[in-house]
């Protein structure tokens, strides 16, 4: 079991950003990382990606420039912390990564994991009814699925959409 673990404050500071704007946008969580029974993210500071921080943004796609990328990745190393990233879906309430998230995820994950030496890391996807979230935790190359996003007091259970579309065999979207 994974969970990802916010304050009240941080998670609504988060999403009131994500959907704030008719095209995606990105924030990123510094967290601890625990494993004891199960896995946990508990995030310790949040950063709101900033216009100048994207190469490319659109309703559909965004991607981080390589400074904004730098500096995140250096941030999470020199506070010893696991990166979450999240980002908004804009365009539908259902809550599922595309298939260029996961292009990117897959070249991504590999690097930063590389770059903070096994930090584990994890992926959210907002839009505004739902979240999916994923998180690579024992390695850089398989995705596992998040379990539960705490709140506060509050619990949100992730769609699952995107691991159920990856382990489908029919499914050649991905």
Same mark, same amino acid.
């Given at each position: 079991m994974t969970s990802i673990k916010f304050s009240s404050r941080s998670y609504t500071t988060l999403r009131r950003h994500l959907l704030?704007?008719?095209v995606e946008e990105v924030a990123i969580a510094y967290s601890e990382f625990r494993s004891r029974t199960h896995s946990e993210f508990?995030?310790?500071?949040?950063?709101?990606?900033?216009?100048?921080?994207?190469?490319?943004?659109s309703e559909f796609h965004v991607s981080l420039t390589?400074?904004?990328?730098?500096?995140?990745?250096?941030?999470?190393?020199?506070?010893?912390?696991s990166i979450?990233?999240?980002? =908004?879906?804009?365009?539908? @309430?259902? $809550?599922?990564?595309?298939?260029? #998230?996961? %292009?990117?995820?897959? &070249?991504?994950?590999?690097?930063v994991w590389w770059r903070l030496r096994g930090a584990p890391y994890a992926a959210m996807?907002?839009? =505004?009814?739902?979240?999916? @979230?994923? $998180?690579?935790?024992?390695?850089? #190359?398989? %995705?596992?699925?998040? &379990?539960?996003?705490?709140?506060?007091?509050?619990l949100v259970r992730p769609s699952g959409r995107t691991l159920q579309r990856l382990e489908d065999p029919h499914d050649r979207t991905f």
């Open positions: 704030a704007s008719n508990f995030v310790r500071e949040i950063e709101l990606m900033a216009e100048s921080d994207f190469e490319r943004r390589d400074d904004a990328l730098a500096r995140v990745i250096k941030r999470a190393w020199d506070l010893k912390l979450v990233e999240l980002h =908004s879906h804009v365009d539908t @309430a259902i $809550a599922c990564f595309s298939p260029s #998230d996961i %292009a990117g995820l897959r &070249d991504l994950v590999p690097h996807v907002v839009t =505004s009814a739902e979240i999916d @979230a994923l $998180a690579w935790t024992a390695s850089a #190359d398989r %995705a596992e699925p998040v &379990d539960e996003i705490v709140a506060g007091k509050t």
